[in-house]
Nanobody
Framework: QVQLVESGGGLVQPGGSLRLSCAAS????????MNWYRQAPGQERELVATITSAADTNYADSVKNRFTISRNNAKNTVYLQMNSLKPDDTAVYYC?????????????WGQGTQVSVSS
């Protein structure tokens, strides 16, 4: 059974930091690209950061130089370090895994974790 379980969200003041974690199970984690998406109220879900199976990374312009995505294949976990947080970063953050298994594309999602940035 595939599971992606996010943790680490919460309420933080502007300028603060949070680290999100996503623990994966039930699939070959190291072979999958891992992504963090976010969705603010009334807005579309947007891609925040990606890390490939080769550990190449990519970021949305809005979070470049503030957020860092990383992965630990030994722990089947992906992280999102978020620094210099702004109120506009307030959203539900979702972990996502994309890859292939038995020739079929797979796309797995976590349940989301709330990040709120407010004074």
């Amino acid at each position: 059974q595939v599971q992606l379980v996010e943790s680490g969200g919460g309420l933080v003041q502007p300028g603060g930091s949070l680290r999100l974690s996503c623990a994966a199970s039930g699939f070959s984690f190291s072979n999958y690209a891992m992504n963090w998406y976010r969705q603010a109220p009334g807005q579309e879900r947007e891609l925040v950061a990606t890390i490939t199976s080769a550990a190449d990374t990519n970021y949305a312009d809005s979070v470049k130089n503030r957020f860092t995505i990383s992965r630990n294949n030994a722990k089947n976990t992906v992280y999102l370090q978020m620094n210099s947080l702004k109120p506009d970063d307030t959203a539900v953050y979702y972990c996502n895994a994309k890859g292939q298994s038995w020739g079929t594309r797979r796309d797995y999602w976590g349940q989301g974790t709330q990040v709120s940035v407010s004074s």
